[in-house]
């Protein structure tokens, strides 16, 4: 019910919005909690697991019970607190977790069976048969208990992430937090303001307390409009901060402002890392329910939440409203309620000495003990000295205390201390580094005491920080002391709920002390207790003193579980925000992408490399069509492909050779000048790392190739090498792979090819077989080197990448014009598995030079990475399985990568498993598919016909053992 | 093309690494491909770090720049490029650097754009974790650092200008992030 009053509300700006599917109306400056109980609606959801009808509790972001899904389709958002979600015109919610609706649920069931569904009853009870557990129990019970649910559509929303720095990150606004900010920018530092509220104060905006003869709202709005004129302050209001982490960084969850928001463009949220030299916590406190039977009906809500919808929305959350507590909140709640002309139907004041000041109903030391009303609060039942009593009421507002909201200074392990007098826990000074707790999240109440202790905490941070401290007056305000009876449960009859978003009950808490899991950490996992949404911020204290006291440990002795980021939830979509798309990796493009594309290329991905697998040719429907042709066309004609992305790393200096002899098996420093090695680099485990060739380009110079997908690791290897093993040696040396743009022309024509484009024409004996040496191309100075990864006569060809596309084009255009053309992976993967090249589908990590067959190539003269290690016992000899070619010579042609290799009459089980397939293809050369794999002991045994299974796909092959080399074996086409 | 005696000449046109992507104004902020010159990477051989600062002043007036920072003069720059590395910019290397230092041409490996504007500085606060207040990343200042999932080198030209370099072939990826939170902070606000 609205009632009269200025409130903080603007009531000539009315909005429509929807709640499952009704029209209702609010104004500027309500949440939907707020605007919802203004028009009345006392149940706005079903709860988790009895389906219990519940109203709004809090006024806060510590809200149980009042989750609502925004929205339809992919971009719903679920369980959202209607307490922290702002009203705007046009807002579509729907109330969780009820069937057909939030009045009328059928899973209201769940409530009856009560008796049965304490915790622990879904361990006990579905056991039986195991394969139930996932099949058949679980989704069973997923669709009875749960909140709300994602639409499992992709989302179009956008999200956003950023980064901010500043001296001093100030964390709250309310009056602790605005006197921590406040001095600090008058000091000159560059301070961030982040608060969960769209405006200041934090409870200033709430209650009705004057700060400096001002109202408080009045005063922090003021303060706030000081900030917000200089320069280096940053204010972030709807922003959470979620957690805190290593080096003073803190990350934080900002909602836009739906008008923000609504925009094209915008994003919904924004997760923030802020990094601060130093922090204040200024979290303030979260007020506590008391457990007693039925504490859970519509209408029962902190009463600090009664003064902030009547203060702040004014909203009466009932017609009769009756107060209980422990503290003097209850009689200021009391008073608030007078004040705004809503009758108080009682003043319950735990406290047996307590006096009243007001004209109400008042009960010292008699507790609450029962409510009734299903669908909302009808009356309430009152127990004591004197006896019991019954009270009509329709709102009750319920006081446990105040805890300390200490959560960020525990996110680095730190745990809080017990403090008797406030009987709640505070933070361990320290606990995160830089980070100083002040206010109320420190343990102290008082709005006067709140203000000293944000200016007291801004100052210090401002001394460690070496910036000089300004004179800032610290206003006048209440200075009320906090006397308090500890309260935490009423005995009684009946269910008395501790965690309302879990449905725990102080029976299941003693039920699992009772069997035996006594630690608070195993109670919290074996009632669920604070493992929802919500992370217990109204329950966990209440249940670890329930559980202290059913145990017999002290509270302090019981300890609290973990708190651990986020202190809020945050959206997955948030934290991954930009990865969507085109977003989820960063694309490498070679010069040559588009032409490839242009003509029809199927790219595929290597790394982050994008490379054509095939160029679909005319008529051509399958890739087998196109990848043969290009085959034959490099064997017979003249093929063009694009190798930049190999690795290229210069390497410079006068101890360049002997570095490359350290990290190469081979020899390097004896290479000459003009010459291009193909190398082997072992792990110092002695496997094999990577295979490429270096050049020799002079004296002090060398240029190493890695293939394309180990670049970045052979890279941090030399690094490893250099900076580590031997920073002695004077050499340098960078990467070029993003430099060059580099072309393999292959095949009986590829000179001809070339000579269309360089300056001076080649012959053969002037460029042999592995030599390499500088070109011109129109006046642009190239590379030219004379090695072959398919076994034709075959040059690579580099030029500074700008003039990449353009020589591509080119040699394409050079190569068709003699019967070529270009050609992509899967042709060239093909010419090297006819040649019994490696790639890193055969040095896969586990392989050694000397199952490649390479073992010759290990120096035997001097030390190298991974000489030492190879040479172990187990790493050589006939138990090895070494690389052999296979070809298929039974009745079944197909050979699988990936399938086990048997001897002929063996039985396909992994006791006979002799070795395994690698990489297979069909070549067009042979008229059959070829492979190569590794077979025990396999180069004693070429010739020998041996069975190829594949499990997965149920197939057997007849193969004969081959050399790897199948295709012009001595070499005489590549050095032609 | 004519096809001269014992050889050919061609014509090679050269394409810049944003070709068909930049430039791009959203919200007051603009991103365009700057075009800086040759760019040689410079790596100082043992103890030769002075003598190369040395020789580039004698080369191009300007001395090596501390780590994080660059150096300017008219038509060249010198940036800090990581650990013993330094990256000229604008002239083509003199030949006596080389007895100091290796010298590669990294003229084609980098995309380098220029993003400026009002805005520009929280354009950049989206996708690089450095500390881009001008307390700490003042104009001349640069740094090694990613920009969203890639390598990238960030230099602050003016209070509301910087360079953004990431390898050529990630070119199209850099103006796809950089754009996408251009957007997002131009609707933010409401430009």
Request: aromatic share 8%; charged share 20%.
């Amino acid at each position: 019910m609205r009632i009269g009053g200025e409130g903080l509300i603007n009531r000539e700006r009315r909005l429509k919005f929807r709640f499952d599917g009704r029209e209702y109306w609010g104004f500027q400056g309500d949440t939907l909690a707020s605007a919802l109980m203004a028009n009345g609606l006392r149940v706005v959801g079903r709860s988790f697991k009895y389906h219990r009808p519940r109203g709004v509790f809090t006024t806060g972001s510590e809200e149980p019970n009042a989750l609502v899904t925004v929205g339809k389709g992919p971009g719903q958002e679920p369980n959202l607190r209607a307490t922290t979600l702002e009203l705007y015109e046009g807002l579509e919610a729907r109330s969780q977790n009820a069937w057909p609706s939030v009045d009328f649920d059928v899973m209201g069931i769940n409530d009856l069976a009560a008796p049965f569904l304490g915790a622990g009853f879904y361990y006990k009870t579905f056991m039986w048969p195991r394969a139930f557990w996932e099949r058949v129990y679980e989704p069973v019970i997923r669709r009875a208990a749960g909140l709300g649910a994602l639409s499992r559509e992709a989302a179009a929303e956008r999200y956003e992430k950023a980064f901010a720095h500043c001296d001093l990150l100030v964390i709250g606004a309310g009056p602790a937090g605005l006197m921590a900010a406040l001095v600090a920018a008058r000091a000159g530092a560059d301070v961030i303001l982040a608060d969960e509220e769209t405006r200041p104060g934090g409870r200033l905006t709430l209650e009705r307390i004057e700060v400096d003869g001002r109202p408080g709202h009045v005063w922090a709005a003021d303060i706030r409009a000081e900030l917000a004129g200089m320069d280096n302050v940053r204010l972030m209001p709807r922003t959470s901060v979620i957690g805190a982490y290593d080096q003073g960084t803190y990350g934080a969850l900002e909602r836009l402002a739906p008008d923000v928001a609504a925009r094209d463009g915008a994003p919904r949220e924004c997760f923030w890392r802020i990094v601060a030299r130093r922090a204040v916590l200024a979290a303030g406190a979260l007020e506590r329910p008391v457990a007693f039977a039925n504490n859970d009906r519509p209408g029962i809500m902190t009463a600090g939440a009664v003064r902030g919808y009547v203060n702040r929305w004014r909203v009466a959350p009932g017609q009769r409203v009756a107060v209980f507590g422990n503290t003097d909140g209850a009689h200021r709640t009391a008073s608030d309620l007078l004040a705004a002309g809503v009758h108080v139907a009682a003043l319950i004041d735990a406290r047996h000495g307590a006096k009243c000041e007001f004209d109400v109903p008042f009960y010292p030391g008699m507790q609450v003990c029962d409510a009734q009303g299903r669908k909302g609060l009808e009356a309430i039942t009152l127990t004591g000295p004197r006896g019991t009593d019954r009270i009509q009421a329709d709102c009750l507002g319920i006081s446990g205390g105040w805890n300390p909201t200490v959560h960020l200074t525990c996110h680095m392990g730190g745990r809080p201390d017990w403090n008797a007098q406030i009987a709640g826990f505070v933070p361990r000074e320290g606990a995160v580094p830089g980070l100083r707790a002040a206010g109320a999240c420190n343990g102290v109440f008082s709005t006067q005491a709140c203000l000293e202790s944000g200016a007291r905490a801004a100052r210090a941070a401002l001394e460690e920080m070496g910036l000089s401290v300004p004179e800032v007056p610290v206003p006048r305000a209440e200075d009320g002391a906090y006397d308090i009876q500890p309260l935490w449960h009423v005995p009684g009859k009946g269910r008395a709920w501790l965690d309302f978003q879990n449905d725990v009950t102080v029976k299941d808490v003693q039920l699992a002390a009772a069997e035996n899991f006594r630690s608070v950490e195993h109670m919290k996992r074996y009632t669920t207790q604070g493992m929802a949404p919500d992370q217990g911020k109204t329950s966990n204290i209440g249940a670890l003193a329930v559980l202290a006291d059913t145990t017999g440990q002290g509270i302090p002795e019981t300890g609290t579980t973990t708190y651990r980021p986020p202190y809020t939830p945050v959206a997955i979509a948030a934290l991954g925000a930009g990865g969507r798309g085109r977003g989820f990796a960063p694309e490498r493009l070679t010069t040559s992408h588009g032409a490839s594309v242009q003509r029809g290329a199927e790219m595929i991905e290597a790394g982050l490399w994008f490379r054509p697998g095939y160029f679909p040719a005319g008529g051509e429907t399958h890739w087998r069509q196109s990848c043969d042709r290009e085959v034959r066309m490099v064997r017979q004609a003249v093929g063009v492909a694009d190798v930049s992305t190999l690795g290229k790393i210069d390497i410079q200096g006068p101890d360049a050779g002997r570095f490359l002899d350290f990290v190469y098996a081979n020899r390097f420093s004896t290479l000459k000048v003009g010459r291009v090695r193909y190398g082997l680099m072992l792990r110092e485990d002695g496997h094999v790392m990577d295979d490429g060739t270096t050049a020799r380009l002079g004296e002090d110079h060398f240029l190493m190739t890695t293939t394309t997908a180990a670049a970045g690791q052979v890279m941090r290897h030399l690094e490893f090498v250099h900076q580590c093993l031997h920073p002695e040696w004077d050499l340098r040396f960078t990467s070029v792979t993003e430099q060059w743009a580099q072309f393999a022309v292959a095949g009986p024509r590829a000179r001809e090819v070339l000579n269309g484009v360089l300056d001076a024409p080649i012959e053969g004996g002037m460029w042999p077989f592995m030599s390499c040496g500088a070109v011109g191309l129109g006046g642009v100075a190239g590379r030219l080197f004379r090695i072959s990864f398919s076994g034709e006569q075959g040059y690579e060809i580099a030029v500074p990448a700008r003039y990449g596309a353009a020589l591509f084009d080119l040699l394409v255009e050079r190569a068709e014009a003699l019967g070529g053309g270009p050609y992509g992976m899967e042709a060239l993967n093909v010419l090297r598995l006819e040649k019994g090249f490696i790639t890193h589908a055969e040095i896969h990590g586990r392989t050694t030079a000397f199952d490649i067959g390479m073992g010759g190539m290990v120096s035997s003269a001097r030390e190298s990475i991974g000489k030492a290690a190879a040479a172990r016992p187990g790493l050589l000899g006939a138990e090895r399985e070494q690389l052999v070619g296979l070809k298929p010579v039974g009745a079944v042609r197909e050979l699988v990568a990936g399938a086990h290799l048997f001897a002929r009459d063996a039985e396909a089980v992994s006791a006979n498993d002799q070795g395994y397939v690698t990489s297979v293809g069909f070549s067009p050369t042979f008229g059959h598919m070829i492979g190569l794999g590794f077979l025990k002991n396999g180069r004693a045994r070429h010739g020998e016909v041996i069975r190829m299974v594949d499990r997965m796909k149920g197939s057997q092959t007849l193969c004969e053992v081959q050399d790897p080399v199948q295709y012009d074996p001595d070499g005489g086409r590549l050095r032609d | 093309m004519t096809r001269t005696e014992g050889g050919c000449v061609i014509e090679l046109r050269a394409k810049s690494p944003c070709d068909g992507l930049l430039p791009l104004s959203i919200g007051g902020v603009t991103l365009s491909e700057a075009a800086p010159g040759a760019m040689t990477c410079l790596m100082p051989y043992k103890g030769q770090a002075a003598a190369l600062s040395g020789a580039l002043e004698v080369a191009c007036g300007i001395a090596a720049p501390a780590p994080g920072h660059s150096t300017v003069s008219d038509g060249v720059r010198i940036l800090w490029f990581g650990r013993e590395t330094l990256l000229l910019i604008g002239p083509e290397p003199a030949p006596e650097l080389a007895q100091h230092a290796a010298v590669v041409d990294h003229s084609d490996a980098w995309a380098v754009v220029r993003l400026e504007g009002p805005g520009a500085v929280d354009v950049l606060a989206r996708l690089v974790p450095v500390d881009l207040r001008e307390s700490a990343f003042a104009p001349g200042a640069t740094a090694r650092s990613e920009l969203r999932h890639m390598q990238a080198a960030i230099t602050r030209l003016s209070a509301d200008a910087f360079e953004i370099m990431v390898f050529r072939g990630m070119a199209r990826t850099l103006v796809h992030d950089l754009r996408d939170v251009m957007e997002s902070v131009a609707a933010r606000a409401g430009r």
